[in-house]
């Protein structure tokens, strides 16, 4: 898809399909179909220009396109305060909204959106250099959604680790893939304890990314459970088939950091990957085994699917050695995320309110929202074990189970400033609604880069 922009002049507009918004349902505005030469023009009433509505004007624009099987498409940009975050997000709408998971179907989708042009009065070298940001982001949104609508049978470990591989190495980023056998010498015990019940091999992914001369780096880290069938302690055959999107916190954090990558941001970033399945084999961990963890804490397993957190304990050690300046993990990891907060807001939890604000703010930017969670230390009391330091699931009822969760996520980063983000309800739509489309979301990509975004903003 080529997206441009031109001056609203109606001697250069000539276009199959004219979008116009407008904020006042009774004000008729002056643009007339044959003064644009064009095939059919709709007005889209928005009730105010606020960011997250310009990405619904540019997603509505997009599906018109496709009910009225047009190829191009052109937009009428409205009166904003910033041109550029606006076009961002008009541009994130029309790429989200046109995005199409057919790799398995044998028969494709026959319309596909090749070009649009945005039309403005003014600020049109803005409009320019959001649009150029959005394209990138946007591009990596439909990647991480790609990862997680992948079958399982496709994404295994080596698969998934072997992709992100390719990608980076696109951008010129720093990547290293340890094997099971390396992971073993790293004392990865808890990593390799989820990796038991399968016949295919664990993979450590490890990107880094340096876009300044500072030695200060962040984290992120992702969960990337290619499939999780709930172990021993099996899970309900109903909806089952979404957890081959249990490594969607993974594709988050490798998408994100191409993105970044690609828009050279001025900051430095590791990202870490544990790729792991989590099956129900002869040799699977079973309820009461106690595995040791790199950090050396040792953990009862009390429930072999509450696995996502005992990959990313390793994980989470590995990276707090090497000092970073935070460090931030997403996962899909809790049900109890979901009855918290539905479908359309991640958990968050942390050590550091300076780091939850500033994740909180870029969620409300990118209107991938989080909201923040308590971590007292009773939640922290509820994971010891009788027989080892910790245990892998609190309280026997299931109650706090996100916050429990993330309690025994925060044994394994020492001092270091931490953030913890549960994206188990956003991670995957059961319904094609605005510019998300049913399936994977691509969620936490956005995020991350309007968080690293504005830290580069801070720091320059």
Same mark, same amino acid.
């Given at each position: 898809?080529?997206?441009?922009?031109?001056?609203?002049?109606?001697?250069?507009?000539?276009?199959?399909?004219?979008?116009?918004?407008?904020?006042?349902?009774?004000?008729?505005?002056?643009?007339?179909?044959?003064?644009?030469?064009?095939?059919?023009?709709?007005?889209?009433?928005?009730?105010?220009?606020?960011?997250?509505?310009?990405?619904?004007?540019?997603?509505?624009?997009?599906?018109?396109?496709?009910?009225?099987?047009?190829?191009?498409?052109?937009?009428?940009?409205?009166?904003?305060?910033?041109?550029?975050?606006?076009?961002?997000?008009?541009?994130?709408?029309?790429?989200?909204?046109?995005?199409?998971?057919?790799?398995?179907?044998?028969?494709?989708?026959?319309?596909?959106?090749?070009?649009?042009?945005?039309?403005?009065?003014?600020?049109?070298?803005?409009?320019?250099?959001?649009?150029?940001?959005?394209?990138?982001?946007?591009?990596?949104?439909?990647?991480?959604?790609?990862?997680?609508?992948?079958?399982?049978?496709?994404?295994?470990?080596?698969?998934?680790?072997?992709?992100?591989?390719?990608?980076?190495?696109?951008?010129?980023?720093?990547?290293?893939?340890?094997?099971?056998?390396?992971?073993?010498?790293?004392?990865?015990?808890?990593?390799?304890?989820?990796?038991?019940?399968?016949?295919?091999?664990?993979?450590?992914?490890?990107?880094?990314?340096?876009?300044?001369?500072?030695?200060?780096?962040?984290?992120?880290?992702?969960?990337?459970?290619?499939?999780?069938?709930?172990?021993?302690?099996?899970?309900?055959?109903?909806?089952?088939?979404?957890?081959?999107?249990?490594?969607?916190?993974?594709?988050?954090?490798?998408?994100?950091?191409?993105?970044?990558?690609?828009?050279?941001?001025?900051?430095?970033?590791?990202?870490?990957?544990?790729?792991?399945?989590?099956?129900?084999? *002869? !040799?699977?961990? #079973?309820?009461? =085994?106690?595995?040791?963890?790199?950090?050396? +804490? %040792?953990? &009862?397993?009390?429930?072999?699917?509450?696995?996502?957190?005992?990959?990313?304990?390793?994980?989470?050690?590995?990276?707090?050695?090497?000092?970073?300046?935070?460090?931030?993990?997403?996962?899909?990891?809790?049900?109890?995320?979901?009855?918290?907060?539905?479908?359309?807001?991640?958990?968050?939890? *942390? !050590?550091?309110? #300076?780091?939850? =604000?500033?994740?909180?703010?870029?969620?409300? +930017? %990118?209107? &991938?929202?989080?909201?923040?969670?308590?971590?007292?230390?009773?939640?922290?009391?509820?994971?010891?074990?009788?027989?080892?330091?910790?245990?892998?699931?609190?309280?026997?009822?299931?109650?706090?189970?996100?916050?429990?969760?993330?309690?025994?996520?925060?044994?394994?980063?020492?001092?270091?400033?931490?953030?913890?983000?549960?994206?188990?309800?956003?991670?995957?739509?059961?319904?094609? +609604?605005?510019?998300?489309?049913?399936?994977?979301?691509?969620?936490?990509?956005?995020?991350?880069?309007?968080?690293?975004?504005?830290?580069?903003?801070?720091?320059?």
């Amino acid at each position: 898809m080529k997206i441009n922009v031109s001056d609203l002049a109606p001697d250069r507009v000539k276009t199959k399909l004219l979008v116009i918004p407008k904020k006042d349902k009774k004000k008729k505005i002056d643009i007339i179909k044959n003064r644009f030469l064009a095939q059919r023009v709709i007005e889209v009433f928005l009730e105010d220009y606020g960011l997250e509505n310009i990405r619904k004007l540019g997603a509505k624009a997009a599906n018109l396109a496709k009910e009225f099987k047009v190829d191009e498409l052109s937009i009428v940009f409205p009166n904003v305060n910033d041109y550029y975050e606006a076009s961002k997000c008009l541009v994130e709408g029309v790429i989200l909204s046109s995005y199409d998971f057919d790799k398995f179907k044998t028969k494709k989708e026959n319309h596909k959106l090749k070009h649009v042009t945005i039309l403005s009065k003014k600020n049109l070298n803005e409009i320019k250099k959001g649009i150029r940001f959005g394209e990138t982001v946007s591009k990596y949104v439909c990647l991480a959604r790609d990862f997680v609508n992948d079958p399982a049978n496709h994404a295994t470990p080596d698969a998934f680790a072997d992709r992100i591989a390719e990608i980076s190495k696109k951008n010129k980023l720093k990547i290293k893939i340890y094997n099971e056998k390396q992971i073993k010498k790293m004392g990865m015990g808890c990593f390799l304890g989820v990796a038991q019940g399968t016949r295919k091999e664990p993979k450590l992914v490890v990107i880094e990314y340096k876009g300044t001369k500072k030695k200060d780096f962040y984290a992120l880290v992702g969960k990337g459970i290619t499939f999780d069938s709930g172990g021993i302690s099996l899970k309900p055959s109903q909806g089952m088939h979404e957890m081959k999107g249990d490594m969607a916190g993974g594709a988050a954090v490798a998408c994100a950091i191409n993105a970044i990558a690609e828009l050279r941001l001025p900051v430095n970033i590791i990202a870490v990957i544990p790729c792991v399945e989590n099956m129900p084999g *002869g !040799n699977a961990m #079973k309820p009461g =085994d106690v595995l040791k963890s790199m950090s050396g +804490k %040792t953990v &009862e397993v009390i429930n072999t699917d509450a696995e996502g957190r005992l990959a990313l304990a390793d994980a989470l050690y590995f990276v707090a050695r090497k000092k970073p300046k935070a460090i931030i993990d997403i996962a899909t990891l809790t049900g109890a995320c979901v009855v918290a907060l539905g479908y359309h807001v991640a958990g968050l939890v *942390g !050590n550091d309110d #300076k780091l939850t =604000d500033l994740i909180f703010k870029a969620g409300e +930017k %990118t209107n &991938e929202k989080v909201w923040k969670l308590p971590l007292y230390k009773e939640y922290s009391e509820a994971i010891k074990s009788d027989i080892a330091d910790i245990k892998n699931i609190g309280y026997d009822n299931g109650a706090a189970g996100s916050l429990t969760a993330a309690a025994f996520l925060k044994e394994f980063v020492d001092e270091i400033p931490w953030a913890h983000i549960d994206m188990a309800g956003t991670f995957w739509s059961k319904e094609n +609604k605005d510019y998300y489309k049913k399936g994977a979301t691509g969620w936490g990509v956005r995020l991350f880069v309007e968080l690293f975004n504005s830290l580069s903003v801070k720091s320059a």
